[in-house]
């Protein structure tokens, strides 16, 4: 196995955080926003199993493991927001959510 | 030079950035899907088997299916497609590409010139990450685990119907 040079790999953590970005800007469905962090998570992550391999030591991974607990909170979070908004409007634009109501 | 880790890098830029791009959920779903598998190949590469296998299990397993069915809920048809392309204006991607070329060129910048970049593929066996999660660890495991307690009481109170909140 040949190595991977520790730059590349960042680079490539970046560019797909940076696609996860465009994409919560661009969309404007809850869903699509939604899919667009998880994306940016786990380019975050990459990126520490990245540090974690190029230092020899496990705390990347570990870290990865805590990113891996995050996201799967915030997602099922989120995906209860779909639900309510849906029932409540029929719409997933999150332009139709901006007056909350008790 | 490491053929499998730049063939699994390309397809998971390609398959991201289809992911924001898609005007239908699903296949924007099955995309991604595609690019959490090709980074656990990625993680495999750089000595991280364990990581590589939660990757599929955990990411592209059980938070994807999670999505699949809440978008099976939403009963979403061709209407939200027609909806959806309507919002993708070209017009609405410009300021968002700009700014992000010019951040993704600063941040490319940067990790090119690393006087050291190194190489980033060693083996981190699953024994020394158990050892340092349940060692020095132990109290974000803790965290965590309140973490997904809240997001499961979090979830209930959302999701449910609003006539079963009334009684």
Redesign the interface.
Known sequence: ????????????A???F??????V?????L??I???I??ML?AAG?AF??G???W???????M???I??????????G??????L??QGD???VDAASSLRG | MNAPFYVAGAIALVSTLLVITRASAVHALLYLIVSLLAIAVIFFQLGAPFIAALEVIIYAGAIMVVFVFVVMLLNLGPRSVDAERAWLSPVGFVGPIVLGAILAAELLYIVSIAPRPGSASSLVSPTAVGASLFGPYYLGVELGSFLLLAGLVGALHLARSTEQAAR
């Not at chain 1, 940076?18 to 994409?23: A, D, E, Q």
């Not at chain 1, 800007?25 to 469905?29: D, T």
């Open positions: 196995m040949f190595p991977v040079p520790a730059n590349v790999a960042l680079g490539l970046a560019l797909l940076l696609i996860g970005l465009v994409g800007l661009v969309r404007r469905n869903v699509f939604l899919l667009s998880e994306i786990n990459l199993v990245v974690g391999a190029r020899h030591q496990p705390d990347g991974q570990v990865f493991l805590f891996l607990a995050v996201a799967a909170a915030e997602v099922s979070v995906l209860g927001l779909v639900l309510r849906h029932r719409s997933l634009d």
